[in-house]
């Protein structure tokens, strides 16, 4: 029987799913434990993440539409405008990090932070476009509930408003469009055979670890 886009991304959400426990800095932050230190450096170094994560997406975009697979480039495409909101809303949280323009320009990136964003771009560069759709809906759904949790801790131990928190609430919050076009250019890749769930599937495992050593990286802080 053939395999549906549906089933692909649910399999490969929940076998690429991170071990309870595996985030170092997310349970700190939700008991109210982590210095706000930390949620500063998560500022500073998603200014980097952000604007090379657009990059390759966009450029994941214009391969997916020179390989004639207009649904991939539009899942792209709508990554990109999701990253141009998160870019904004970095703002008020530096802000409330009592971080301001001079902090957030002359900040040196890590490298454990910045390994994701690499890591992306050398996807963007070489991979199937369709397999990035899986890898990365993959690793979404990991960072979405992240961020609810942290929007939350925010909110209630570190006194942090809506609009502070709003980079959070961005990727917490359902995203229903995205959503469909993960589907059909799924759909897309399983029809014109270009979908190699193998190596989708170890983008996404090396997306969950580079994440992870992201948040574990915050916590050296």
């Known amino acids: 029987m053939a395999r549906t886009a549906r089933q692909v991304l649910d399999e490969a959400t929940r076998?690429?799913?991170?071990?309870?426990?595996?985030?170092?800095?997310?349970?700190?932050?939700a008991a109210g434990d982590a210095p706000v230190t930390a949620v500063a450096a998560f500022a500073l170094e998603q200014h980097h993440v952000i604007a090379s994560d657009a990059r390759s997406f966009l450029h994941l975009a214009e391969r997916a539409a020179l390989l004639r697979q207009p649904a991939v480039a539009a899942f792209f495409d709508h990554l990109a405008q999701d990253e141009s909101r998160?870019?904004?809303?970095?703002?008020?949280?530096?802000?409330?990090?009592?971080?301001?323009?001079?902090?957030?320009?002359?900040?040196e990136?890590?490298?454990?932070?910045?390994?994701?964003?690499?890591?992306?771009?050398?996807?963007?560069?070489?991979?199937?476009?369709?397999?990035?759709?899986?890898?990365l809906c993959a690793n979404f759904a990991a960072w979405g509930d992240y961020c609810a949790t942290v929007g939350r801790a925010l909110r209630e131990h570190y006194g942090f408003d809506d609009e502070a928190c709003g980079f959070f609430?961005?990727?917490?919050?359902?995203?229903?469009?995205?959503?469909?076009?993960?589907?059909?250019?799924?759909g897309t890749g399983l029809v014109?055979?270009?979908?190699?769930?193998?190596?989708?599937?170890?983008?996404?495992?090396?997306?969950?670890?580079?994440?992870?050593?992201?948040?574990?990286?915050?916590?050296?802080?």
Do not use: K, S
């Not at 799913?17 to 595996?22: D, S």
């Not at 870019?87 to 001079?102: F, T, W």
């Not at 979908?195 to 802080?221: H, N, S, V």
């Open 15 to 29: 076998e690429l799913a991170p071990e309870a426990g595996a985030n170092r800095l997310v349970p700190l932050i």
């Open 169 to 186: 609430d961005l990727f917490a919050a359902p995203d229903p469009e995205g959503a469909e076009r993960a589907l059909a250019a799924v």
């Open 86 to 107: 998160a870019l904004a809303c970095l703002g008020p949280l530096a802000a409330a990090c009592r971080l301001d323009e001079e902090a957030v320009r002359e900040h």
């Open 109 to 135: 990136p890590r490298a454990g932070c910045q390994a994701y964003p690499a890591y992306a771009a050398w996807l963007a560069l070489g991979a199937e476009p369709v397999d990035v759709v899986v890898a």
């Open 192 to 221: 014109d055979g270009r979908l190699t769930e193998r190596l989708a599937r170890r983008y996404g495992r090396l997306l969950q670890d580079y994440e992870l050593m992201f948040w574990a990286t915050l916590a050296a802080c």
